[in-house]
């Protein structure tokens, strides 16, 4: 099994925007929250052999900090403020936090603690997962290799979209999380950079630094998913998700995402001010065609032009699937697509692992995420579920 004796990740700006941009809405809004998140594997858990490896690679990121020029560089975006960038110049990682187990070769996390800080500790681990398992199981993969496979798909890509007009594609990088290994991702990001003229950004804040990309992201499940505890009434929860979300960041980083419940009970609380207030709306689960479908007819019935908004698709994309939604919606909205496993994980003879972290408590007490995609859905408590289903008016299947 390859040890290593250096930290793989090496500064606190690896990790995915929205990461930071929640966290920031936390501090000022939920600074005395606690939640719990614990480790999901959506296949076959045979990772408890990498325990150790993984508790000592956390080790190692307690003494990460920001340091100066990041610092300088996290202030030149608007919507960062200066108090909450003094804290994280400040913050460490709290290694107490974390609880690893290798339970009959399964691995087991959770992490509890005050939510501003919890809330980092999710991109970094996954990756350092999915990077240990791939070196260790697949220990001739290099870079090299990867780019070379990425630039045979986008010699495909282009072939097939040579009668396309792409003025319209934009193509985010999305793929921190589940990533073969930080090399990959950033050299597959800079080949992009290179020769792809549809890349606008990367999630990865400190990716976007070096190559001098845009950092891209906005909010992720677990922020609806903790107001389902913060609201004192839980039908009311995406709404003070949806509000507190535009008083801090007014119009900036305004794309919603819509399936932490499913896009019909989102679209019930998407109203005239959300719909017009919000630059647009992001797809994770469900058919990407059906949903598209239905959140343009939304626009057209409050009566707001769909070209004035964007969709942004990032629900498992390859290049196949980008083509088809493209000539879908290009003509009819704006469209921005986040591509991540299939990106940075995307190597012959490679099966990414299909890996999350996701909330469980808030305060004390259960959420859940229901999703569009049934084996999305995750709640440690049945009796919540069906509290949810209640309170979002949706009918409660007993199996679940």
Known sequence: MKQYNYPIIKTLLDTDAYKLHMQQAVFYNYSKVNVVAEFICRGPNILGCY?????????MMTSLSLSDKEYIYMTSFPFFRKEYLHWLKRFR???????????NGQ??????????????????????????????????????????????KLKKFFQK?????????????????????????????????????????SSNYHISRILKILPVGTQA??????????????KNSQILALSTWLNQYKNHLSIALTDCINMDSFLRDFNLFFSKSYQGIRHDSGDPIKWGEK???????LGIDPNTKTLLFSDNLNFKKIISIYK?????TNVIFGIGTQLTCDIPNVKPLNIVIKLVKCNGRPVAKLSDSPGKMFCLDKNFIKSLYHAFKLPFNNKI
């Not at 990533?179 to 020769?195: C, E, G, H, M, N």
């Open 295 to 301: 959140a343009l007819k939304h626009y057209e019935k």
């Open 107 to 152: 691995l087991n996390i959770r992490i509890s603690g005050l939510w501003k800080e919890v809330i980092l500790w999710e991109v970094p681990i996954l990756s350092l997962i999915s990077e240990i398992f791939h070196k260790n199981s697949n220990p001739d993969i290099t870079s090299d290799i990867a780019v070379q496979y990425l630039d045979y």
């Open 328 to 332: 879908k919606f290009n003509n009819r």
């Open 161 to 201: 979209t040579k009668n396309l007009d792409l003025s319209r594609l934009k193509i985010i990088d999305f793929g921190t999380r589940r990533r073969f290994s930080y090399d990959v991702q950033y050299l597959i990001v800079k080949r992009l950079k290179q020769k792809f003229p549809f890349l606008i950004g």
């Open 221 to 234: 499940h677990e922020w609806f998913q903790a107001h389902q505890q913060i609201s004192s009434n839980l």
């Open 93 to 103: 990682y709290n290694i107490t936090q974390v609880q690893i187990k290798n339970k």
């Open 51 to 59: 325990s150790n490896i993984l508790l000592d690679q956390i080790n």
